[in-house]
């Protein structure tokens, strides 16, 4: 079975990529097992809790993610380089990741058959 990886790499609620990503994974996982999902650069952004959407009159998708684990998407990293440039930890997202190095990651994605990023 192929492996697939989901990347985040936006800002939540500058752009739909966000709403889009956590769709696309949650789609797929009904048809495959293999998932990782990557949380890169302002990605870590993504899942944080508290975020308040109605001054931009935007979704709050953010609580889309706790489905992940209905669908027993347990591989979730979080780049630790990223979370500490913007003074965040794991404990600030909605789910629960390892927060990895960089190095991890490209090794974690070279696992990968099929990338996606949002």
């Not at 109605?54 to 953010?62: A, E, Q, V, W």
């Not at 003074?87 to 990895?100: N, P």
């Amino acid at each position: 079975m192929k492996t697939l990886g989901f990347i985040f790499k936006s800002a939540p609620h500058m752009v739909n990529a966000g709403r889009e990503g956590t769709d696309a994974i949650l789609a797929t996982a009904a048809y495959c097992e293999q998932i990782k999902v990557f949380f890169l650069a302002d990605g870590v952004t993504q899942s944080l809790s508290g975020q308040q959407t109605s001054g931009i009159y935007s979704r709050d998708y953010s609580h889309s993610f706790k489905l992940f684990d209905l669908y027993d998407i347990e591989e979730i990293y979080f780049c630790e380089l990223s979370l500490k440039e913007r003074g965040l930890t794991v404990a600030d997202c909605l789910i629960e990741g390892d927060a990895v190095s960089p190095q991890v990651i490209r090794q974690q994605l070279a696992d990968c058959d099929q990338i996606m990023v949002f």
